[in-house]
């Protein structure tokens, strides 16, 4: 069973629980998972602090036992926290800076997440009016929609190109072919100018609801089936509906932050006294390749 890398765990939840301590709320009563000097962790806390882990993480711990291996490293993260504590760690002053910087971006995603919320709803009518005024931007070239079967040995893409013209499921063809250590994908709409052009000319020249192929290109021979041919011109407003909101919501936000800041400005009192030197404002590299790694840390050498 895959491990969960101890040092992703470990950051990426001990930031939020150095601004959740002594904060939470009492909740209803959920099962209690472990107690560490006194200290529960219950099942709405591991559910919690499994949403802030990276989405390649989180497949693991919906195991049962990664879900084991989870709370371990959270009674584990708990621990180091009171032995860092102890040592009085948040005392330094290179620490409180940095708690200090998480404080303000935590406060300033808030607040943006905020404004973002509280932005005006987008009507459908206004959906359609800006289909409607804006028609031209969503024309479309020919596409065809097509998945396909790649294979390194042509006599292999001849049996399989057969099977399908006599109506074996292309489904499990592509079942059969990846189970082999070959390479299938369902391609979705294409348009031409993105793929190979033995490919794309098979594909496009192709009818509708049929087989083509053995295809021959530089990544090796191609069985395609082409399901659905589209013309060029302007898809309906339903298929481009979803694009036009978020476009629309996204500039809305923009405009709600962008007024925001100009009302602060406008209420605040602010003089500039200085202009910002010419100088660099990072220091230099250090010399021979010594760099620090992104996120400003040397990770942690597990053998010590």
Same mark, same amino acid.
């Given at each position: 069973? &895959?491990?969960?890398?101890?040092?992703?765990?470990?950051?990426?939840?001990?930031?939020?629980?150095?601004?959740?301590?002594?904060?939470?709320?009492?909740?209803?009563?959920?099962?209690?998972?472990?107690?560490?000097? $006194?200290? &529960?962790?219950?099942?709405?806390?591991?559910?919690? =602090?499994?949403?802030?882990?990276?989405?390649?993480?989180?497949?693991?711990?919906?195991?049962?036992?990664?879900?084991?291996?989870?709370?371990?490293?959270?009674?584990?993260?708990?621990?180091?926290? &009171?032995?860092?504590?102890?040592?009085?760690?948040?005392?330094?002053?290179?620490?409180?800076?940095?708690?200090?910087?998480?404080?303000?971006?935590?406060?300033?995603?808030?607040?943006?997440?905020?404004?973002?919320?509280?932005?005006?709803?987008?009507?459908?009518?206004?959906? &359609?009016?800006?289909?409607?005024?804006?028609?031209?931007?969503?024309?479309?070239?020919?596409?065809?929609?097509?998945?396909?079967?790649?294979?390194?040995? =042509?006599?292999?893409?001849?049996?399989?190109?057969?099977?399908?013209?006599?109506?074996?499921?292309?489904?499990?063809?592509?079942?059969?072919?990846?189970?082999?250590? $070959?390479?299938?994908?369902?391609?979705?709409?294409?348009?031409?100018?993105?793929?190979?052009? =033995?490919? =794309?000319?098979?594909?496009?020249?192709?009818?509708?609801?049929?087989?083509?192929?053995?295809?021959?290109?530089?990544?090796?021979?191609?069985?395609?089936?082409?399901?659905?041919?589209?013309?060029?011109?302007?898809?309906?407003?339903?298929?481009?509906?979803?694009?036009?909101?978020?476009?629309?919501?996204?500039?809305?936000?923009?405009?709600?932050?962008?007024?925001?800041?100009? $009302?602060?400005?406008?209420?605040?009192?602010?003089?500039?006294?200085?202009?910002?030197?010419?100088?660099?404002?990072?220091?230099?590299?250090?010399?021979?390749?010594?760099?620090?790694?992104?996120?400003?840390?040397?990770?942690?050498?597990?053998?010590?």
């Amino acid at each position: 069973m &895959r491990k969960l890398p101890w040092v992703v765990v470990l950051v990426t939840v001990a930031v939020p629980y150095l601004f959740a301590c002594g904060n939470a709320e009492k909740k209803e009563k959920d099962a209690v998972l472990a107690v560490v000097d $006194g200290d &529960r962790i219950t099942e709405s806390m591991l559910r919690k =602090e499994a949403e802030n882990l990276p989405p390649y993480i989180r497949p693991i711990v919906e195991t049962q036992a990664g879900r084991k291996q989870f709370l371990d490293s959270l009674i584990s993260r708990d621990l180091l926290m &009171r032995e860092a504590l102890r040592r009085g760690l948040e005392r330094r002053t290179e620490v409180r800076e940095r708690l200090e910087q998480a404080r303000k971006s935590i406060l300033l995603e808030t607040l943006l997440r905020e404004v973002a919320d509280n932005s005006p709803g987008l009507s459908e009518e206004a959906l &359609r009016k800006y289909y409607e005024q804006n028609r031209e931007s969503f024309n479309e070239g020919e596409r065809v929609r097509v998945r396909h079967i790649l294979f390194k040995d =042509e006599r292999q893409a001849e049996e399989a190109a057969d099977k399908a013209k006599k109506g074996h499921p292309f489904e499990e063809l592509m079942v059969e072919a990846e189970a082999a250590g $070959g390479t299938t994908a369902d391609l979705g709409l294409i348009e031409r100018g993105a793929y190979d052009k =033995e490919f =794309e000319e098979a594909a496009f020249g192709a009818a509708e609801n049929s087989i083509t192929g053995p295809v021959k290109t530089v990544y090796g021979y191609h069985v395609l089936q082409v399901l659905e041919k589209r013309p060029a011109g302007l898809p309906p407003f339903e298929e481009v509906r979803g694009r036009i909101a978020a476009d629309l919501r996204e500039t809305a936000q923009r405009e709600a932050f962008e007024n925001l800041v100009d $009302g602060l400005k406008k209420r605040a009192e602010i003089r500039l006294v200085g202009t910002p030197s010419a100088g660099e404002l990072l220091p230099a590299k250090p010399p021979g390749g010594m760099e620090a790694p992104a996120g400003g840390e040397n990770p942690p050498d597990e053998g010590r």
